[in-house]
């Protein structure tokens, strides 16, 4: 009696373990933390993935696919090799808004005793770009189960399976300066740009991406909404990074509206704006000169220096332009392991545009040795007018115990077909390097330093579209700014 219990109760535990076994879908294209959501235009995949292969015969199932009209089936991938056949029908009913998939896979003579959870098949689809924002898709199972042939005769096996879902990060809406989307551009909306400062396609583990013929115009620009959803509208001016050329984007929307409930964003700890600076008798001050070419709101400026044991960077203080002003703000961002700072400065008072050369602002350094003085490198200086376009200003790039001088060298820049033909009047060039932008501020062209060459350089510019851009030419230690249109 007791050695059929015995039986019974292995052939019960057997049997428990047979039916406890279960089906489950995981995401292939992406890692754990973003498995969450799908993106519109996007390719997502999944694997379907067994506990154990458990000596099975065939395994079969139906897997439904819900809300069909926001995405579609592309392809699939079969996990065995070509002994075990894997049958795939994909069947379509868009009135329902629902599909199935059916899967079969038939093991045949495939030794298939794995105890670890094994994919079965890979599945890729493709999220509509029409796919509304927010919106669900899932997947659930119907008619699954595992068959196993037991002297010649089938034992059908139940398997357990978990229906998904995933959030649709689809197209929305930027007003550019409103970074936190409220519907109005104040100075929250500079925190948040602050907040997600430095993300874009390079942070690891993130999507970002640019919006398609982007610009500062105040009106409801359609952008493919990012890995972090809320970082799409800190990217102001579209180019799928979040930096201080978003923040320019601001002053000249400034107090603008749109529909939409206003929020009150709580500026974050270590902030970097308004940074007032105490100055102590080893601080030295490097002076940022700009020549005055067009009225501007506001500036950005990327400074660099070499690696320099004894410099630590305090800051920024704003310049003689912007001694007329008092309701500018500014924000500071140092990065002490790349040698780099960052700042930006600008005010809202569209009215009174800065319309004069002189200094922009000071770049506040310590140091411990009286007699050191550093050479610093103006990598950029880019300005924003009260429409929202952006141009780099022309700077002289001055070390920190130099006057301003300039330079009798004339220059004058033509474009012709496809080439952009700068002439110098004089041999006397140290240094020469030239830089093109666009009129969101975006580097499109960037030589190396360049020299012995005889009063002309030719730029290939064929790979720019019809348009305006700037030409930012660095002699020596003079730099201008010229603007120039491209036409075929």
Not at 170 to 198: C, H, K, M, S, T
Not at 240 to 258: C, F, Q, R, S
Not at 289 to 299: D, G, M, V
Request: proline share 2%.
């Amino acid at each position: 009696m007791k050695k059929y219990i015995f039986i019974q109760a292995a052939v019960f535990l057997i049997a428990f373990s047979l039916y406890s076994q279960s089906l489950s879908i995981v995401r292939t294209d992406i890692d754990t933390s973003r498995a969450n959501f799908v993106t519109a235009t996007q390719m997502f995949g999944i694997d379907i993935v067994i506990d154990s292969l458990s000596d099975y015969d065939r395994i079969i199932f139906d897997l439904k696919l819900h809300n069909i009209n926001q995405f579609k089936f592309s392809n699939y991938i079969a996990s065995f090799p070509n002994d075990v056949a894997t049958i795939v029908y994909a069947d379509t009913n868009s009135a329902s808004n629902s599909s199935s998939i059916f899967v079969g896979v038939f093991f045949q003579d495939y030794k298939r005793n794995s105890t670890v959870p094994k994919s079965i098949i890979h599945l890729d689809f493709v999220v509509n770009q029409q796919a509304i924002h927010n919106s669900n898709i899932g997947f659930s199972f119907e008619n699954q189960s595992a068959i196993k042939i037991v002297d010649g005769e089938e034992e059908e096996l139940m398997l357990e399976a978990e229906a998904v879902s995933y959030t649709v990060h689809g197209f929305v809406d930027v007003w550019p300066g409103d970074a936190n989307n409220d519907g109005l551009v104040n100075e929250n909306d500079f925190i948040q740009i602050g907040r997600y400062y430095g993300s874009g396609s390079e942070t690891k583990q993130m999507r970002s991406f640019a919006r398609q013929n982007a610009s500062t115009i105040w009106k409801a620009q359609r952008a493919l909404a990012w890995d972090n959803k809320e970082h799409t509208f800190a990217d102001c001016d579209g180019n799928g990074e979040i930096n201080l050329i978003d923040m320019l984007a601001v002053y000249p929307n400034y107090k603008k509206t749109h529909i939409g409930i206003f929020k009150k964003a709580v500026l974050p700890q270590n902030s970097g704006f308004n940074k007032v600076i105490e100055f102590k008798d080893n601080y030295k001050t490097f002076p940022i000169n700009f020549t005055f070419n067009k009225h501007f709101q506001a500036a950005s400026i990327k400074l660099k220096w070499d690696n320099i044991s004894h410099i630590k960077a305090i800051g920024f203080i704003k310049g003689n332009v912007f001694d007329y002003f008092d309701n500018e703000i500014t924000f500071t961002n140092i990065n002490e392991e790349e040698n780099y700072a960052e700042f930006v400065i600008g005010h809202f008072d569209k009215q009174y545009p800065v319309n004069k050369g002189g200094s922009i602002a000071y770049f506040v350094y310590e140091s411990h040795l009286p007699s050191s003085e550093a050479d610093f490198e103006i990598e950029e200086i880019i300005a924003v007018d009260s429409e929202g376009a952006f141009f780099p200003l022309q700077y002289t790039a001055l070390s920190s115990n130099l006057e301003m001088n300039e330079n009798t060298q004339q220059i004058s820049v033509n474009v012709t077909a496809n080439e952009l033909l700068v002439n110098f009047s004089q041999n006397d060039i140290d240094k020469f390097s030239l830089s093109v932008y666009d009129l969101l501020g975006n580097l499109l062209i960037k030589t190396d330093e360049i020299k012995n060459f005889n009063r002309e350089y030719r730029q290939d510019i064929s790979s720019l579209s019809n348009g305006s851009y700037y030409a930012l030419i660095l002699v020596n230690k003079r730099v201008i700014s010229v603007p120039f249109i491209k036409l075929y």
